[in-house]
């Protein structure tokens, strides 16, 4: 049975420091996602990793991949409030077309000025 | 919203009722899925469709059937609702297939008193 665990579950963090989320998966796959959620909103897709060794940046946010290692991180850079969600990592073990998605428990982040 | 969109948006049932969620998309996806939220665990697949008539179980799906009897709707039927189904539920389609991210519906808030 996959499993994918992410800490820290709650972090805290000022505006303009850096931190970094963890997810560890149990299983090998080369697909991995991280995805944002807003209170009480949806998920939004946030990056796609499906190699080992990937990296995809967007704004202040960084993902890596390791699938050697099974872990994936999210890199936070210089924190803004606009950055208070919780974040999934979400792993695929879908052998065929189809994904099929085991998550993580999530973080949630807070930036506080 | 990648063209998904759930029914009802809120519900509170009792013990015991049958319950029918259903998701439906615009952009005749092959893969649908349903999953469940709940505070310490994520999102956990329930089951999934990858065709007309063709589903699956996932990691949870006790208590739960689907049918996909046309290519834009998945239902979700709880038989006989328990109060520990009171939970957000997600319909997600995967417009590209494996390798791209799933994209979710806005959720349905189901409550069971």
């Known amino acids: 049975e996959l499993k994918v665990e992410q800490n820290p579950l709650f972090l805290s963090m000022q505006e303009g420091k850096n931190y970094t989320i963890y997810c560890n998966y149990s299983t090998t796959s080369d697909r991995l996602y991280w995805y944002r959620q807003d209170p009480g909103k949806s998920l939004e897709s946030l990056f796609v990793l499906l190699s080992n060794g990937a990296v995809k940046q967007e704004g202040r946010l960084m993902a890596s991949l390791d699938t050697k290692a099974r872990l994936s991180t999210l890199h936070i850079t210089a924190a803004v409030h606009d950055l208070s969600a919780t974040y999934f990592c979400?792993?695929?073990?879908?052998?065929?077309?189809?994904?099929?998605?085991?998550f993580g428990e999530g973080t949630q982040l807070t930036v506080n000025p | 919203d990648a063209g998904i969109t759930q029914s009802p948006r809120h519900k509170v049932t009792e013990t015991g009722t049958p319950v029918t969620l259903r998701c439906h998309q615009t952009?005749?996806?092959?893969?649908m899925y349903w999953y469940r939220q709940d505070p310490g665990h994520g999102l956990r697949l329930i089951h999934y469709s990858y065709g007309v008539k063709d589903t699956d179980k996932g990691e949870v799906s006790d208590g739960y059937s689907v049918s996909r009897s046309k290519t834009e709707d998945f239902l979700l039927t709880l038989e006989s609702a328990t109060s520990s189904q009171t939970s957000v539920y997600f319909c997600?389609?995967?417009?590209?297939?494996?390798?791209?991210?799933?994209?979710f519906g806005n959720g349905t808030r189901l409550t069971v008193t």
């Open positions: 952009e005749n996806h092959r893969y």
């Open positions: 997600a389609i995967s417009p590209r297939g494996q390798g791209s991210p799933l994209h």
């Open positions: 979400a792993v695929d073990i879908g052998e065929t077309s189809g994904s099929r998605l085991t």
